[in-house]
């Protein structure tokens, strides 16, 4: 079998999920023209990845401008299920494909979440993922997941499943993905380096999966200019370069990576070759080795 997919690597419009949500539509009529069965955004996507913005925060201190801005960011965020969730599953089905977003998602009690969703072509949000571990400054505008929606979901085209940015280098979260079959692994991300792109084939040839991962590319003019007690003046015009790729499971690179501009990733993934792969190489088969390791997830017990 062979699954036509793209990676879409764009900015959203920063701290605005309406504005975001109908660039979306637009991004997702645009890849439709090479009819893919699944579309892949880069994480945080609405209402945005805050890079370089300190929410007027240090170590000790909490400022009320940063407080004004983190109400911006939490009131731009969307609660899961809800409103975005609706128009984002129409748009999946309009599409006749899978879609799968990196989100901020909101709770009542007033925590924030990074998050990926999955929609189905017939228009169902069928599973999301809360990030496990926010890295280094993220921790002081996101919450951390507990582990129990790290699931990999059955559908016709393959096993889909993955991790948000930094949780791709957690080897027993990404084993736990392995032990469930995964085949198609989602990685939206907020790295822009060219290590990252080490990572991903490592990922490809560890799991012997295909491997998507979508970054966003994002200027300093894409920021707004009245967040109270932010000034980025000093921080690079190309705030995040991109780097979205495709790499098959034997570590080839098959579509990207993009640098440098907004676009759309295109490819044929021939299926077939999962099994090829795993000819020699099986992470949690023939080449493990379960009298000497076990993997258990406390929370799916």
Not at 32 to 59: D, N
Not at 100 to 108: F, L, M, Q, T
Not at 127 to 139: I, Q, S
């Amino acid at each position: 079998m062979k699954v036509k997919v793209a990676v879409v690597q764009a900015s959203p419009i920063l701290f605005d999920k309406y504005k975001t949500i109908q660039k979306i539509g637009e991004q997702i009529e645009e890849a439709s023209k090479e009819t893919p069965q699944l579309i892949l955004f880069p994480e945080a996507y609405i209402p945005a990845y805050p890079r370089g913005l300190s929410f007027g925060t240090v170590v000790g201190d909490r400022s009320p401008q940063g407080r004004d801005v983190w109400l911006r960011y939490f009131d731009q965020s969307i609660e899961v299920p809800g409103e975005e969730c609706t128009q984002l599953a129409k748009m999946a089905k309009k599409a006749n494909a899978y879609l799968v977003i990196g989100v901020i998602e909101k709770v009542s009690t007033g925590t924030l979440y990074c998050t990926m969703l999955y929609f189905s072509p017939n228009g169902k949000l069928i599973g999301k993922h809360r990030k496990l571990k926010p890295t280094a400054a993220e921790r002081i505008i996101w919450g951390e997941g507990d582990g129990s929606d790290l699931n990999t979901y059955d559908t016709e085209i393959g096993k889909l499943g993955g991790l948000i940015c930094w949780e791709n280098y957690m080897p027993l979260a990404r084993t736990w993905l392995y032990q469930q079959g995964i085949e198609i692994y989602l990685a939206p991300t907020a790295d822009q380096r060219v290590s990252w792109q080490h990572t991903m084939k490592h990922i490809a040839l560890e799991g012997r999966c295909f491997v998507l991962s979508a970054n966003q590319y994002v200027t300093k003019a894409d920021y707004p200019t009245d967040l109270p007690g932010e000034d980025i003046r000093h921080m690079p015009e190309i705030m995040s370069n991109g780097g979205s790729v495709i790499i098959d499971p034997l570590g080839e690179t098959i579509a990207g990576p993009v640098w440098g501009k907004e676009g759309v990733l295109n490819a044929e993934l021939d299926m077939t070759l999962i099994r090829k792969a795993r000819m020699d190489f099986d992470p949690v088969g023939h080449y493990a080795r379960n009298d000497v390791f076990e993997l258990i997830n406390k929370v799916a017990e």
